[in-house]
């Protein structure tokens, strides 16, 4: 990267392995409350949403002011953004304010266009293509439940999205064993794909049954993401017989945790049953986006090394 461009957290190959696991160690000791330091004093955050947004938006504010900073939320329907001023203006005009932004929106090349004019580190808050801080997050998760990700078996039942696409760049970054299930039509990107599978351990199926055979982890996602709402239909359609229930989680080791980036459908991608039940580990989850994005902007924003 030139001299002059800021680090930006686009996708979770940005980090490399060893840097993953020290973002991992800070965010464990900020979680246990370990971690006093303000390194975002003075500083800002400002938080562009062209999507709806709650974990996302109140965890990145939190976090922001946790760290001793603050955080702007800007939403497409206030901001000139919204009104088609483009983004390489609004990232120029932004660094000139603020020590670093958080996007969410729709097309990844859009975070790329802000990113490359942005003088100001970036942080991807979800795209059409990923979702790095939630999955890095479940990480963190399954740290917490299952002491490590190394040499875990990850279920992965449903769309091959967004979330579907950033968990395959975390098999590729830190090797554990991923496989998707996934109805036909609706694999995960295959650039993405490709790049995992020339390291071996990432497999796409189409049986959800087979995917969860002996997992440590079982995790989905809504079938109709941010922006696909007119696909509601065709969708149930599609993915029918991928509910994550009992029967299914019933595949799964013992031991076996349950996952969701929520929002979540009952009785849609998952039963009532498993979310609201013993093995489910969502609310830890929502919780983990706080002490994992906190992490990242001390490292990005704050000169916290790694
Ligand atoms: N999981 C997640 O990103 O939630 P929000 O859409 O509420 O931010
Ligand atoms: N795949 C979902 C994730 C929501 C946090 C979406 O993009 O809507």
Not at 288 to 299: G, S, T, V
Request: glycine residues 8%; charged residues 25%.
């Amino acid at each position: 990267m030139p001299a002059d461009r800021a680090r930006d957290f686009l996708a979770i190959p940005d980090y490399s392995r060893d840097e993953l696991l020290k973002l991992f160690e800070l965010a464990e000791r900020m979680r246990a409350g370990s971690y006093a330091e303000r390194p975002l004093a003075g500083k800002s955050l400002a938080m562009i949403f062209m999507k709806s947004s709650t974990r996302t938006r109140v965890s990145f504010e939190v976090g922001t002011s946790q760290l001793g900073g603050h955080a702007l939320f800007l939403s497409s329907r206030d901001v000139q953004l919204g009104r088609g001023e483009p983004l390489a203006d609004t990232a120029r005009v932004l660094s000139r304010y603020v020590d670093g932004i958080m996007i969410r929106t729709f097309a990844h090349a859009e975070v790329e266009e802000l990113a490359k004019f942005a003088s100001v580190p970036v942080i991807n808050g979800l795209t059409d293509l990923l979702h790095p801080c939630q999955v890095l997050a479940d990480i963190l998760t399954v740290r917490q439940h299952l002491g490590t990700i190394e040499g875990k078996r990850v279920a992965w039942i449903g769309d091959g999205n967004n979330m579907a696409n950033s968990w395959i760049n975390a098999a590729y970054r830190l090797g554990f064993d991923l496989t998707l299930a996934c109805p036909d039509g609706y694999d995960p990107d295959p650039a993405i794909l490709k790049r995992a599978q020339s390291a071996g351990n990432v497999r796409v199926v189409r049986d959800p049954a087979e995917a969860a055979d002996s997992a440590d982890v079982v995790n989905t996602d809504v079938w109709a993401s941010m922006g696909q709402e007119g696909e509601q239909k065709v969708r149930e359609k599609a993915f029918a017989g991928f509910i994550v229930d009992e029967k299914l989680m019933a595949r799964a080791m013992s031991h076996a945790i349950f996952l969701h980036c929520l929002p979540a459908h009952r009785g849609e991608e998952v039963a009532a049953a498993v979310i609201d039940g013993p093995r489910s580990r969502v609310w830890d989850e929502a919780e983990n986006r706080l002490h994992i994005q906190k992490a990242i902007m001390a490292n990005l924003m704050g000169g916290v090394a790694l």
